[in-house]
Nanobody, 125 residues
Framework: QVQLVESGGGLVQAGGSLRLSCVASGRTFSTMAMGWFRQAPGKEREFVAA?????????TYADSVKGRFTISRDNAKNTVYLQMNSLKTEDTAVYYC?????????????????WGQGTQVTVSS
């Protein structure tokens, strides 16, 4: 069983930055592709970003965050990060860290085996 614990959420003004962290335990972290999803009130959960297993050489992003968000991983710390810059009010959501064991660079919820509890990000105008 894998446990994912997110941190780093909070309240920030539009145009500001936040860095989310997610620590994994229970499985060799480097063997999992990792990602982030988000869900705003009244909306469906949506893909944000993903990073490939091992070295994290490949990444992919939702169009809505491309150029503003950066996903990275540190296998020595069993941690994946989401650096969020130029935040907009529409980025307000609960952000979930996810891990996948069978896909190289997954972008849909069903491809992920493990989910964290989520961390709230609120961007004020």
């Amino acid at each position: 069983q894998v446990q994912l614990v997110e941190s780093g959420g909070g309240l920030v003004q539009a145009g500001g930055s936040l860095r989310l962290s997610c620590v994994a335990s229970g499985r060799t972290f480097s063997t999992m592709a990792m990602g982030w999803f988000r869900q705003a009130p009244g909306k469906e959960r949506e893909f944000v970003a993903a990073i490939s297993r091992w070295t994290g050489a490949s990444t992919t992003y939702a169009d809505s965050v491309k150029g503003r968000f950066t996903i990275s991983r540190d296998n020595a710390k069993n941690t994946v990060y989401l650096q969020m810059n130029s935040l907009k009010t529409e980025d307000t959501a609960v952000y979930y860290c996810v891990g996948a064991t069978s896909w190289a660079l997954p972008t849909t919820p069903i491809q992920y085996n493990y989910w964290g509890q989520g961390t709230q990000v609120t961007v004020s105008s």
